[in-house]
């Protein structure tokens, strides 16, 4: 298990890195917390959108769900890192005592928390 740890450790790395990266781009990261972001407003593209208040503030609002979706994923990630750090990780915790999380499981979602049997019920 221990060398499948380091494997998933660098998957969820990579991907919090990717993660970071994208939401940058969208947003200003929260100081007060670092696990957030403010989606930003996005540049006018064109010269003649300049006063379309009306399309300036949809490519906000899908700006903004974009910035919630990616930040929901970071949270993942980052909370499976922690689970690695804290030596729980793989472990499903939805019912009764920890059991292991299936390897099948793992790779379809590195950050995945619950086991095949319990992913419906949590
Ligand atoms: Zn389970």
Not at 42 to 55: F, N, Q, W
Not at 57 to 64: K, S, T, V
Request: net charge negative; glycine share 4%.
């Amino acid at each position: 298990m221990t060398q499948d740890i380091t494997h998933y450790k660098k998957l969820l790395g990579e991907e919090r890195t990717a993660l970071e990266q994208k939401l940058n781009a969208l947003g200003r990261r929260m100081l007060r917390n670092p696990d957030e972001w403010e989606a930003t407003s996005p540049e006018v593209e064109h010269e003649s959108e300049r006063g379309d208040v009306a399309m300036n503030i949809e490519r906000y609002n899908e700006r903004e769900a974009l910035t919630l979706e990616l930040q929901t994923r970071y949270k993942e990630v980052a909370d499976a890192l922690e689970r690695i750090h804290k030596n729980t990780y793989g472990l499903c915790t939805a019912f009764g005592k920890p059991h292991p999380i299936e390897k099948k499981r793992l790779d379809a979602d590195p950050a995945g928390r619950t086991c095949i049997a319990h992913m419906r019920a949590s």
